[in-house]
C-alpha cells in the first residue's frame, strides 16, 4: 500500500443553478481515492479508511473497486450512510449546508487494516479530527502525513483539529478556514500564524503547525507556502462550473498520489509545482459535473490536453 | 511621446484598518503615470492629460514631473481638483466610497497637446467614458487603446463605456465589474460576452467588444483572455497590505509601459506575460503604503528582487 486515505463516504444531495441530485456518491474520502486511483492506478497503491451503513449501494462499492481503490479499510456498520445536503448560488465559491446526517460516522471508530500501516503516504480528508488522529497513531511512521478539514471543526473541535495539525506535514484548507483558524483576514499573515502553531490551541509554544501548508482558493487557484519557498498558483479557468462539491478533496487527493507516485519522502519545489498543476486540472473537471461523474468518466486523453492547456495558460 | 495617459487627477481621503490619510496625491492617471514613468524613464516617453483645480499642491505637479512625466497637457481650471473620500475594511479587497466630489473633473474637455496626437500607445485609466472616447476621437492611429473604468460607469453611463469599449484593443476592468457588465456570475462567461460585445450596449450585433480583456482580480492575480490564448496570473502574496487604492491603476499603467517600452504594435502572449508579471509585481508595492507614496521612493533594487521572487513563485 502507498497511500492510506481517511475520510468521509456518504451520500449527497446537491442543489446547484444546473440542477439538483439526490443521494449520488460522494464524501472526501470517495472524491481523493477516485483522484488518487487517476495518478496510481494499478491494484494495491492506494487504500481507503471509511465507514458505510447496511443501505450503502454496492453498485458504488464496485465504482471505487473497478478503479483498483482497496477497500479493505471500509468498515459496514449497522444503520445509515452518512449524508450530506447542500446548496450552492451565484458564484458558487461556498457551499451553504442544508443538512448533514452523520449516521454511522457518529460511531465510526477506525481500524487501519494491519498490512496498510507501514504505507509511507498517509492523507486524512475531513472527517472528525479524532478519527483522523486514531488514524495517524496507527501508522508505523509515515513519511508524509496531510491533512484537510472544515470550518464545522474549526467552530466546535478547535482542540481536537488544532492537535492533529500539529501532527500534519502538510495541511490543505479552504482560504477562508485558514482565515477563521488564525482570526486574520490577511492571507499570508494567517498562513504564518497556521504554520507557526500560533494560530492553534496551545499557541506557538506548544509547538509548530503544518510546514507545509496549502490554502485552496476555489476559482482563485491556490497559495503554498513551505519552508524556503512560496507557491502561488491561479485555477483553471472553468467556464463549466456545474457543481464544486468533492473539488478540494480532489485536488488534495491528487497531490499526495502525485507526491506517492514519484516516491520521494521530503518532496522538492519542483515535485510540489508539478502535484499541484496535476491537482489544479484534476479539480477543474470535478466542477464540471455532479458528485463523482465527472472523475468516473474522465480520460486520459481528456485530462492530458488540459494538463497542457493549463501549463501554457500559467506559463509553467 | 510614446504613451499617453488620461485618467483623474485627485486628493483622496482614504481610511483602512492600518490608519486614515487626508487630501494625499492620487487619480487614475497619477497612479498609472507614476507606474509608467518606472519603465519609461527617459523625459519625453509619458503624457498626462488630465485636469486640476487652483488649490493644486505646486510641489504635487514636481513630484510628477521629477518622475519625468510631461505634464502639458494636464489643464489648470477654475475651482478645486477633484475629491476622493473611501474605506476599505476586512480584507481589503473593495473600496466602500464615502464621498466624491468631481469639482473640475465635471467641466474638463480634454485637450490633447498637438504633437502627442501621433503617439502609438495610449492608455485611458478610469475616468467619465466621455472624457476618455474624447481623447481617443483626437489621437490619430494609435497602434494600442487601452481602456479601464469602474462600477460607476457601468451604472449610470453603460452606452457610453459601451462605445469606449468596442474601440478599445485593451480593456482592464475588476472583475467584479466584469461579471456586473455582463450580468453573469461565471467569470470566464462574463469575459466571452463582454469581448463577443453581447454585455455591452446594442450586443454583439453592435460589434465586438475589446479582443483582449484582463480580468483584475486583486488579491487573486488577474485572468486574461485574447484571441487565441489565455494568462492566468496569482497576484503576489502580500503580507503588507495597508492601502489598496491606486493598485489596478498602477497594474495597468505598466502593462502599457511596458508594451510602449518593447514598442511592438501587435504584442504576443510572451509580450504580455511579460508586461503582467512586471504590472502585479508593481502594484504589490503599491498597496504596501498610503496613496502614491509606495511607487514614489520605490528603489530599482528592491523592485527587482521582488520581481525575481516573484518569478520563482509562479514558476516562470
Redesign the interface.
Known amino acids: 500500500m502507498d497511500l492510506v486515505l481517511v475520510g468521509s463516504f456518504g451520500y449527497d444531495t446537491i442543489s446547484t443553478q444546473h440542477g439538483t441530485v439526490e443521494d449520488t456518491l460522494g464524501g472526501a474520502a470517495v472524491h481523493a481515492g477516485l483522484a488518487a486511483s487517476r495518478v496510481l492506478h494499478q491494484e494495491g497503491r492506494v487504500g481507503l479508511v471509511s465507514v458505510v451503513g447496511q443501505d450503502v449501494d454496492p453498485s458504488d462499492l464496485e465504482i471505487l473497486r473497478s478503479h483498483n481503490l482497496d477497500l479493505t479499510g471500509i468498515e459496514t456498520l449497522e444503520g445509515l450512510t452518512f449524508r450530506w445536503t447542500g446548496r450552492y448560488e451565484?458564484?458558487?465559491d461556498q457551499a451553504e449546508t442544508l443538512n448533514t446526517d452523520l449516521n454511522v460516522l457518529q460511531v465510526f471508530n477506525p481500524k487501519v487494516p494491519e498490512e496498510w500501516r507501514s504505507a509511507p503516504y498517509l492523507f486524512c480528508a475531513n472527517i472528525h479530527p479524532a478519527i483522523q488522529a486514531s488514524v495517524i497513531e496507527q501508522m508505523e511512521s509515515p513519511a508524509l502525513v496531510a491533512v484537510d478539514s472544515m470550518n464545522l471543526w474549526i467552530d466546535i473541535e478547535r482542540e481536537a483539529l488544532s492537535s492533529v495539525l500539529r501532527r500534519a506535514d502538510i495541511a490543505f484548507l479552504n482560504e477562508a478556514e485558514v482565515?477563521m483558524l488564525a482570526e486574520e483576514?490577511?492571507?499570508?499573515?494567517a498562513m504564518?500564524a497556521v504554520r507557526d502553531g500560533s494560530a492553534l490551541s496551545g499557541g506557538a509554544e506548544a509547538g509548530r503547525g503544518p510546514p507545509i501548508l496549502v490554502a485552496k482558493?476555489g476559482?482563485?487557484?491556490l497559495?503554498m507556502?513551505a519552508d524556503g519557498?512560496?507557491?502561488?498558483?491561479?485555477?483553471?479557468?472553468?467556464?463549466d462550473?456545474i457543481d464544486p462539491t468533492g473539488c478540494g478533496d480532489t485536488f488534495a487527493g491528487t497531490v499526495m498520489a502525485c507526491l506517492a507516485e514519484s516516491g520521494v519522502e521530503n518532496p522538492t519545489e519542483k515535485d510540489f509545482?508539478d502535484a499541484l498543476i496535476h491537482a489544479t486540472v484534476a479539480a477543474s473537471f470535478v466542477v464540471g459535473g455532479f458528485g463523482t461523474a465527472p472523475m468516473v468518466k474522465l480520460d486520459r486523453g481528456t485530462y492530458h490536453a488540459r494538463l497542457d492547456r493549463f501549463r501554457?495558460?500559467?506559463?509553467?
Chains 1, 2 share one sequence.
Open positions: 451565484g458564484a458558487m482565515r483576514p490577511n492571507l499570508v499573515l504564518r482558493k476559482e482563485h487557484g497559495l507556502i519557498y512560496t507557491i502561488a498558483m491561479p485555477a483553471y479557468p472553468s467556464r462550473v509545482r501554457r495558460i500559467i506559463g509553467a
